[in-house]
């Protein structure tokens, strides 16, 4: 990084003030599940993906747009962590494959990250989506384009502070500091504001253990109750796919 960044971290989303974003670059955060399944999805090969902030938008976004393949976009989305009636995909990272999404349009609609995101769109001078599986090609392309001032938006659940978010915004905070090979980036590389604070503190003393820390949080406690223990593996896959989302028209698209 060229220059000394601003780095500021909100908990859950109901504390995000879109217009506070203006002049930022901006990450969300939702690791159980949303933007681990848009990185994953968009790894696959989808074109783009379109977060909204209701059913009914998504039912309508799907009916009015063609993705490249020329078909109505696919529709991918839960609430209660329970695929909704009559989409095509939930929001399990594992059912965005190559073969279901490569080439296509998909429409998200989460309980969580995509109202996040939707929120945010409309004013963060960037939008880019974060998980631990991307947590270090976000990082780098934060740092390549040197952003002066950076907030991080970790979605929660239903209104409640997660762990794995805030973690998520330790680990990308961390990164953003080991761009200029530090291993504190306390006030040289970062400036951080208390919760940027706690979440690299958080992240530097969970990082060894994360499967323990995260497993008995709420957000995966209740993919459990239903069965969705997996999802909570895959979300734990530290750096595995070199892929940056990032908004463009109001969609998310890989960053090439």
């Known amino acids: 990084m060229s220059a000394r960044m601003e780095v500021e971290v909100v908990t859950r989303r109901e504390e995000l003030r879109p217009e506070a974003l203006r002049g930022r670059a901006a990450v969300v955060i939702d690791t159980l599940r949303a933007t681990t399944s848009i990185a994953t999805a968009l790894a696959a090969g989808a074109a783009w993906v379109l977060p909204v902030?209701?059913?009914?938008?998504?039912?309508?976004?799907?009916?009015?747009?063609?993705?490249?393949?020329?078909?109505?976009?696919?529709?991918?989305?839960?609430?209660?962590?329970?695929?909704?009636?009559?989409?095509?995909?939930?929001n399990s990272p594992a059912e965005f494959a190559p073969g279901r999404v490569r080439g296509r349009g998909i429409v998200l609609c989460t309980t969580n990250g995509s109202r996040a995101l939707h929120a945010a769109a409309p004013c963060a001078e960037r939008l880019y989506c974060a998980a631990l599986v991307n947590a270090?090609?976000?990082?780098?392309?934060?740092?390549?384009?040197?952003?002066?001032?950076?907030?991080?938006?970790?979605?929660?659940s239903g209104g409640h502070f997660s762990v794995e978010d805030f973690l998520t915004a330790g680990c990308l905070i961390e990164r953003l500091g080991a761009a200029d090979g530090l291993?504190?980036?306390?006030?040289?590389?970062?400036?951080?504001?208390?919760?940027?604070?706690?979440?690299?503190?958080?992240?530097?003393?969970?990082?060894e253990r994360l499967r323990s820390i995260v497993e008995p949080g709420r957000a995966a406690r209740a993919?459990?109750?239903?069965?969705?223990?997996?999802?909570?593996?895959e979300a734990l896959r530290l750096d595995a796919l070199d892929v940056v989302p990032v908004l463009r028209d109001g969609r998310l698209v890989a960053l090439r």
């Open 136 to 156: 270090g090609a976000v990082a780098a392309e934060l740092g390549r384009t040197g952003a002066e001032r950076l907030t991080l938006v970790c979605s929660g």
């Open 223 to 233: 993919l459990a109750r239903v069965g969705l223990e997996a999802d909570v593996e």
């Open 183 to 207: 291993e504190d980036p306390r006030g040289e590389a970062l400036r951080l504001d208390d919760a940027a604070l706690a979440a690299w503190l958080a992240w530097r003393s969970g990082r």
């Open 53 to 90: 902030d209701s059913e009914e938008a998504a039912r309508a976004a799907a009916a009015r747009l063609r993705d490249p393949l020329g078909e109505a976009p696919l529709l991918a989305g839960e609430r209660d962590r329970v695929r909704i009636p009559g989409f095509d995909l939930g």
